[in-house]
């Protein structure tokens, strides 16, 4: 019987950007990481005789949802990155990159070309709650390590 091992404490998302540095996120005020591929890589299409015709598309562009807690460093610094950008010339909009490792499972993914998609809603209520950064990558290169 095989035994397989997750830990989302081994899980570790380093977010650079060459003007404000970095920031290194290892699961403190960190609630979840989704990634998500953008672009279909195959398509089919169907003849009126029933031929299908497969077209193979080399996108490789997708979405990273960092889910954070409200009062936590990561959405500080993230806010920081954000407003930054915000002002600076747009050549800077995209120069963030995201490497994310899951050594348990074997996993790195390194994101380039990453920009904002919009700030995250802003929760304020009787209990602290997660707030969501979406961002945008226009490579999305995901290997075993």
Same mark, same amino acid.
Request: avoid cysteine.
């Given at each position: 019987m095989a035994t397989t091992l997750y830990s989302f404490s081994d899980v570790s998302a380093?977010?650079?950007h060459p003007s404000v540095?970095?920031?290194? %996120?290892?699961?403190?005020?960190?609630? /979840? &990481?989704?990634?998500?591929?953008t672009t279909d890589r195959s398509t089919h299409d169907i003849a009126?005789?029933?031929?299908?015709?497969?077209?193979k598309i080399m996108g490789r562009n997708g979405t990273i949802t960092l889910s954070a807690q409200q009062t936590?460093?990561?959405?500080?610094?993230?806010?920081?990155?954000?407003?930054y950008l915000e002002k600076?010339? %747009?050549r800077e909009w995209i120069?963030? /990159? &995201?490497?994310?490792?899951?050594?348990?499972?074997?996993?790195?993914i390194r994101m380039t070309g990453v920009s904002f998609q919009k700030l995250p809603d802003r929760p304020y209520q009787a209990q602290g709650q997660q707030v969501s950064w979406v961002l945008?990558?226009?490579?999305?290169?995901?290997?075993?390590a």
């Amino acid at each position: 019987m095989a035994t397989t091992l997750y830990s989302f404490s081994d899980v570790s998302a380093v977010i650079s950007h060459p003007s404000v540095g970095q920031f290194v %996120a290892t699961g403190v005020g960190l609630g /979840s &990481i989704s990634i998500t591929m953008t672009t279909d890589r195959s398509t089919h299409d169907i003849a009126a005789d029933g031929s299908v015709m497969v077209s193979k598309i080399m996108g490789r562009n997708g979405t990273i949802t960092l889910s954070a807690q409200q009062t936590s460093e990561l959405h500080k610094w993230l806010l920081k990155l954000y407003n930054y950008l915000e002002k600076a010339p %747009a050549r800077e909009w995209i120069g963030i /990159s &995201i490497t994310l490792r899951a050594p348990s499972m074997q996993d790195s993914i390194r994101m380039t070309g990453v920009s904002f998609q919009k700030l995250p809603d802003r929760p304020y209520q009787a209990q602290g709650q997660q707030v969501s950064w979406v961002l945008m990558a226009a490579d999305v290169d995901q290997s075993v390590a």
